[in-house]
């Protein structure tokens, strides 16, 4: 089988070059090898002479502040880069993988989300990805929309790291507490995506969107805490005292992007239809920390 995989050094991108190896030959691009999604004719002139069978969609517009204020690349990247995927994979008959947010939600209410639930994004981020995600399903292609929240990888900053080098550098940290979600690793996402490529490439009955996120729930303040003690647990360099990690509340945190406070995404779906497990948040933080944490030694 040929994979095409479209932004190959991002944090899922790199997890799916390990992970989709194993389903066959793999091309994998990004946007400075011709698959640049700002240039839509060279994109659409490539993705025809690999003419994969399955193409796995990992580049985004992922900036969530920047978003609001470039909102015409985020709609290249999000929206009508992922359109042009799914045209051409509804002619080819490929298989179209793509990712999308929790950021699709406006985040009202306490419980979570099914795939079903209305769409109602807050930001250009949000919104872009809701276009690319409706681009998709009404193409007709047969497609896969994983939707995820609070991505971390080993490659590249995320959350995790960037409170680790706070808690290195300063005495105190004031983190949001009212924004609930799962921490999901880009591993786990691209371990999850194999088999469900390999399942919906000879079952279209499987093909749809659906939530992929680490077992549990978490807010960033508890999230941050969690980081920091697990690496001052193991000899980090960290400065902040456990009591000076401040929970506040969003109000206390403007930006420009509104964030959803409520990330929650029921992964019913995905589980019963793939008989996948999701590992608990933790796990996968764990896993990510130990690998990353002797870089951060002197
Ligand atoms: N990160 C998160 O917390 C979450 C991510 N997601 C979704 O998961 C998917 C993967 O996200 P993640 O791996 O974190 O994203 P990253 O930001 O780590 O990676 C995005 C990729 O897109 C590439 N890219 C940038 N500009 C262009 C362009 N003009 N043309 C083509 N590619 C380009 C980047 O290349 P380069 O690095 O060279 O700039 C990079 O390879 C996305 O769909 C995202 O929306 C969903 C929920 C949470
Ligand atoms: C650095 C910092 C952040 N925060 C808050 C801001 C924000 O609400 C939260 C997380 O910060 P980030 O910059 O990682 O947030 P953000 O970039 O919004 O993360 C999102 O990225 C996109 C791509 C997604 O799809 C989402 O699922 C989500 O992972 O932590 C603090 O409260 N204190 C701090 O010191």
Known sequence: MKVLLLGKNGQVGWELQRALSVVGEVVALDHDDGGDFTQPEALLAKVQAVAPQVIVNAAAHTAVDKAESEPELARQLNAQGPALLA????????????????????????????????????????????????????????????????????????????????????????????????????????????????????????????????????????????????????????????????AIPTSDYPTPAQRPLNSRLDTTRLRQAFGLHLPHWQRGVERMLTEHLPETRA
């Open 87 to 246: 045209i051409e994979a509804k002619r080819t008959g490929a298989l179209l993988v793509h990712y999308s947010t929790d950021y699709v939600f406006d985040g009202s209410g306490q419980h979570a989300r099914t795939e079903d639930a209305p769409i109602a994004p807050l930001s250009v981020y949000g919104r872009t990805k809701a276009e690319g995600e409706d681009a998709i399903r009404a193409s007709g292609c047969q497609h896969l929309i994983l939707r995820t929240s609070w991505v971390y990888g080993a490659r590249g900053g995320n959350f995790a790291k960037t409170m680790l080098r706070l808690a290195a550098e300063r005495p105190q940290l004031k983190v949001i507490a009212d924004q609930i979600g799962a921490p999901t690793g880009a591993d786990l996402l691209a371990d999850l995506t194999v088999p469900m490529l390999r399942a919906a490439r000879v079952n279209p009955a499987l093909i749809g969107t659906y939530h992929a996120v680490a077992a549990g729930e978490t807010n960033w303040h508890e999230y941050a805490r969690f980081v920091i003690e697990f690496a001052r647990a193991r000899g980090a360099h960290i400065q902040v005292a456990p009591d000076q990690i401040l």
